[in-house]
């Protein structure tokens, strides 16, 4: 039987074989003093096009609401254990830590007029509109110019969705940064081994499954966001990727 890699081993690969390990992201040098130093022990950060920057000057109140809201999140063994489905315990516990009136979920769309001119008289030689130009580019929080996005476990082809999204609202000028939160290179196949068998979606009885056999490297972890975002999936959008990592994991009898 093949030796599984877990998440640590395959970043190494990545870097060993020069793939991605966040390689065109800001120097974290330029941004760590703008967030808590409970923040940067909590969570892996990656700004790229100067996301934390334009959050932090541009945009206040929101990086304010962002930064309580990671300050009070803490994810339970337990919720990690219960089956995901559409959404999970840990999506369903996002939507809690943040205004429902202000970070609202988003759907874009726009049409698209298109002139041409005559070179010379400026007189409009043919003019048409291409309808649905930009439609069902979906982000879940929007809060102003700020996109909020949560990925814990789909497949990693999510990401593609998630940054076209960020760089479609993003051209149409309907955002000027994103934010996605998801599985840090941290919560690896050792972590995940260490949490056993699965639970019901009750969370109540265990399974059969290993906990860590729903976590794969195919999956929404911060290897393959980092990847995307160092090939510029992300289109001119600057984005700031947080990471989850162990640290956010409480026992479930914890308060």
């Not at 959050?55 to 063994?77: G, H, M, N």
């Not at 254990?81 to 970070?103: C, F, H, M, N, Q």
């Not at 290993?210 to 976590?215: A, E, G, H, L, S």
Request: proline residues 3%.
């Amino acid at each position: 039987m093949t030796e599984e890699l877990d998440f640590g081993q395959l970043e190494d690969e990545l870097v060993k074989n020069d793939i991605s390990v966040g390689k065109v992201a800001d120097n974290s040098e330029s941004y760590a003093s703008i967030f808590p130093k409970t923040i940067l022990e909590k969570f892996e950060i990656y700004s790229y096009r100067s996301a934390a920057a334009v959050l932090y000057q541009s945009f206040p109140e929101q990086f304010k609401e962002l930064i309580s809201a990671l300050e009070k999140f803490y994810i339970t063994k337990k919720m990690i254990r219960i089956p995901g489905g559409s959404k999970g315990p840990i999506a369903k516990y996002v939507d809690t830590l943040l205004d429902k009136e202000k970070w609202v979920e988003t759907r874009i769309s726009a049409d698209l007029v298109v002139k041409l001119h005559h070179a010379h008289t400026n007189e409009i030689v043919t003019e048409y509109v291409r309808e649905g130009y930009l439609d069902g580019h979906r982000i879940d929080f929007v809060s102003g110019r700020v996109a909020f996005d949560l990925e814990w476990n789909s497949k990693d082809q999510t990401y593609d969705r998630d940054l076209y999204a960020f760089s479609a609202f993003h051209e149409a000028g309907a955002i000027d940064v994103g934010v996605l939160l998801t599985r840090g290179t941290s919560l690896d196949n050792k972590f995940f081994k260490s949490l056993g068998k699965v639970l019901d979606k009750n969370g109540e009885k265990e399974g059969t499954a290993d906990v860590y056999k729903k976590f794969g490297a195919s999956t929404t972890w911060m290897g393959k966001l980092l990847y995307r975002l160092d090939a510029g999936r992300n289109g001119g959008c600057p984005v700031l990727a947080i990471g989850i990592t162990p640290k956010c994991v409480i026992d479930d009898s914890a308060p």
